[in-house]
Every structure is written in C-alpha cells, then in structure tokens.
C-alpha cells in the first residue's frame, strides 16, 4: 500500500515520456541540447547549486509548487514569471520547479519562463525522472541540476542517469527517505537529499532527517526536503549537518510567497 502513489505516478511518467517522444523524437533534443551546450559551455546554468548551497547562511531552495497530490491546489494562479525571479530577490539560495504537470501542475517551461524573467541563480528540476529523455527536457530549459529519487529507480537505472546528467552539465540531487535508500549514496551524487514525505503515503515528518543525517557520507552537501515551516526547525537541522532546505508549500500558499521566504529568513537569521 506504501507505494501506491508513488507507482501510480511513475507509471504515468513512462508513459508520458513516450508521448514526449513521438511529438519530439530522442535524437531532434539531442541535438537541440548539444547546440546549447555548443553555445553557452558545459558548465552548470545558473551556477553550481552544491556550491550556492555550500556557500550560504541559509541554503534554502525556495520551491515554485502549485499543486501537489495530497493537498490539490495550492496556488493555481502562481506565475513562473513572478514567483521565482521574488524568490531571488529576496534570498533563496536556489530554486525548485516543479514540471511535473498531471500531479503537481507544472511544466517545463516554467524553468525557461523564470530564466526569461531574471532569475540567475540555480535552479533544480524537479520532476520523476526514470528515462534519460527528462535529463535532456532539464537541460535545454535551462536548470542547473535535476533531481533523482532513489525510490523510483535501481541502483543500476539511477548510476546511469547520474553519469549521463554530469556529461551534459547537470549535477543530480539524489533522494533517499529510507535506510533501504541509503544503498545510493555510494553513488556520490552532487547533492544528497532527505525527502521528509513518505512518497507512498505522502505523511510527512521532519524527524527523518535527524534519522539519516548520521548516514550520509562526511563532508558530503546535504538537503534536507518537505515539511520544513519554521526557522527553528532550520536552524536545528543546520546543526545535524544539513547545508541546504527544500521549502515549498509553507512559502506558496501565503499570498506573497517572495515575502513570506524574507519574513522567514529574518527570523532565521536573529
């Protein structure tokens, strides 16, 4: 029962991704992904998210989330044009878009949408990825890293991956929930993350973190992700060793979520 969700929707993603490739086959993006690389260069857009992330005070990756599975709606009207380009401007680290677009209401090009707007900083590309296709999508929209969910892949699918997003200039935050997950950190991803959500029953508790933050690799860069409302909570897991946080919902459902990231980083920082 733990996984229905989370099953639901990666048997969704296949598909999906298959519809993609009928409307823009593999080797036409391959090539429209190679002419960017061509012109722009191999490194990261938006700048390296582990080094944002390693570098700030705060290290909060503002997400840009409208919907999600178990709450529906949480901001329908949000915009990709205002949103993000606030989140930078009053302090985010890096951005989270979610382009999921059946279950969270997103699209890829919110990605290129905020990068039009302004925003420089990095973003990561947050969706269910379990085919190489969706790292090419990441890249020529312009994110800086993309994530991968140690849940929705084999050790084998998720080293490939991994390997294929570094040779076309996308470091990978890699998700783990469980100690089961915890196999894949060997694979020294760019960025490890703790997701707080059970992907299964979407129940969410921070206390996860704390569980694992002992497991992860020294000196490694660690994200702790979901269920993350107070600066406190912030500051606690700062201590465990976590350098960035994922918050979303508690930012998108305020009416000003670019204010509501300022408000929080002021009490953060007192």
Not at 136 to 145: E, H, I, L, P
Request: hydrophobic letters at 40%; a negative charge; glycine letters at 8%.
């Amino acid at each position: 029962m733990m996984k229905d969700i989370l099953e639901e929707i990666v048997a969704h993603k296949r598909v999906e991704v298959e519809e993609f490739k009928q409307v823009l086959p593999s080797h036409r993006l391959y090539q429209m992904v190679s002419q960017k690389i061509d012109e722009q260069g191999s490194v990261q857009v938006g700048g390296s998210m582990r080094a944002a992330l390693l570098a700030s005070d705060t290290g909060i990756i503002s997400e840009f989330k409208r919907k999600s599975p178990s709450k529906g709606w949480i901001k329908k009207d949000g915009k990709a044009s205002v949103i993000p380009l606030s989140y930078q401007q009053n302090g985010a680290s890096a951005l989270s878009i979610l382009t999921d677009t059946a279950y969270f209401g997103g699209y890829d090009d919110f990605i290129l949408t905020a990068r039009e707007s302004g925003v420089t900083i990095p973003i990561l590309y947050k969706n269910f990825v379990v085919d190489e296709y969706q790292l090419f999508q990441a890249r020529y929209v312009g994110a800086s890293a993309v994530l991968l969910i140690a849940a929705d892949l084999t050790v084998e699918e998720c080293s490939s991956l991994l390997r294929t997003a570094h040779e076309i200039g996308l470091e990978v935050l890699l998700e783990m929930h469980s100690e089961h997950d915890l196999d894949y950190a060997a694979l020294e991803p760019d960025m490890y993350g703790i997701n707080n959500r059970n992907l299964g029953t979407f129940i969410t508790d921070v206390d996860n973190s704390f569980r694992l933050a002992g497991r992860l690799p020294d000196h490694a860069c660690t994200v702790s992700e979901s269920g993350i409302s107070h600066p406190e909570t912030v500051r606690k897991l700062r201590q465990a060793g976590f350098n960035g946080f994922l918050i979303g919902e508690s930012f998108m459902k305020t009416d000003d979520p670019g204010q509501a990231l300022a408000d929080f980083i002021s009490v953060l920082r007192q």
